[in-house]
């Protein structure tokens, strides 16, 4: 099954500066398009584990000896490196958001393009749905999503008409939603959809929970002069990405020990976002919102007194 074209694969690839004898993990597997990449940089010894929750990329396993397929989110990456008895790796590659695939399938519920269920879970065996979330939060909680992991600028008016529709007609299907959106949109439609879809999708499957988990072990476990590699999709995920890479910490905080060393886990590779050339655009368009940011892990952290 092909059905997700890598963004900004040479970047990557680059910015994991392969050893081949090393031991990575592709924290978002998807069509294993990343990881065919880098096990063509490894040699006999090297290792790799890819991470997907999506049930529907266990078909695109690769047949590999030194390749690890693990179905599982990547918030438990540290749980998964300790059974497989793994301390450290050499890099870790993640991908974040939702994938093409996901997004042009009808029945997953991430396009607003399609009829189908509002469901937008990544992992369908998740128990909430973009249509529970409709249904059953009340105005505040709206508010809450819409403003704070969409930034939809009309927050408020859109949580009570959600609120005001439910009471005639529970929402199961897009065209409800879409119907609703159309209504009360501002300014322009593609980017007010797109502003209101992430927004649910983000609480459904928990999405800043999951990214700070999965930042903060990866601090942990990645080896001295290990590579990370991360591409972001919005502003919400970078900013944390960013944060984690200067300070160590999702709150960007700049910590010192007890001599007054500033504590900075991360060598930063990147001097700010690395955007998509105009032909990886129009090669794919998702490429379009990412932004590649790299860092490598320093042995102590500590590298500058007061």
């Not at 695939?101 to 879970?121: C, L």
């Amino acid at each position: 099954m092909t059905y997700h074209v890598p963004v900004m694969l040479q970047a990557c690839l680059d910015g994991l500066k392969i050893k081949p004898d090393g031991t990575y993990v592709d924290v978002t597997f998807g069509a294993g398009g990343h990881s065919k990449s880098i096990l063509k940089s490894l040699g006999v010894k090297g290792r790799l584990f890819g991470f997907d929750q999506d049930v529907d990329a266990i078909a695109n396993q690769i047949e590999d000896e030194r390749f690890t397929f693990v179905h599982a989110n990547f918030r438990y990456l540290s749980n998964f490196l300790d059974y497989y008895q793994i301390d450290y790796v050499d890099g870790i590659l993640a991908d974040l958001g939702v994938s093409s695939h996901q997004i042009n399938e009808a029945d997953r519920g991430f396009s607003f393009r399609f009829q189908g269920p509002i469901d937008m879970r990544m992992n369908r065996y998740l128990e909430k749905t973009a249509a529970d979330v409709l249904n059953t939060y009340d105005e505040s909680e709206l508010l809450r999503i819409l403003s704070g992991f969409g930034q939809v600028r009309n927050s408020k008016t859109l949580a009570s008409a959600i609120v005001d529709e439910r009471n005639q007609v529970k929402f199961s299907v897009m065209s409800q939603l879409v119907n609703l959106l159309d209504r009360t949109r501002i300014g322009n439609r593609a980017k007010y959809f797109a502003q209101v879809f992430q927004a649910l999708r983000v609480e459904v499957n928990e999405e800043m929970e999951v990214l700070k988990e999965f930042l903060n072990a990866a601090t942990h476990r990645l080896a001295h002069e290990g590579r990370f590699v991360v591409m972001s999709y919005h502003s919400l995920e970078d900013k944390l990405v960013k944060s984690v890479m200067k300070t160590g910490n999702v709150y960007g905080e700049m910590k010192r020990d007890d001599y007054g060393n500033i504590e900075r886990p991360y060598k930063l590779i990147t001097k700010g976002v690395v955007q998509a050339t105009p032909g990886e655009i129009k090669e794919n368009n998702r490429a379009r919102s990412a932004r590649l940011r790299i860092a490598e892990r320093r042995r102590d952290g500590k590298r500058s007194k007061k």
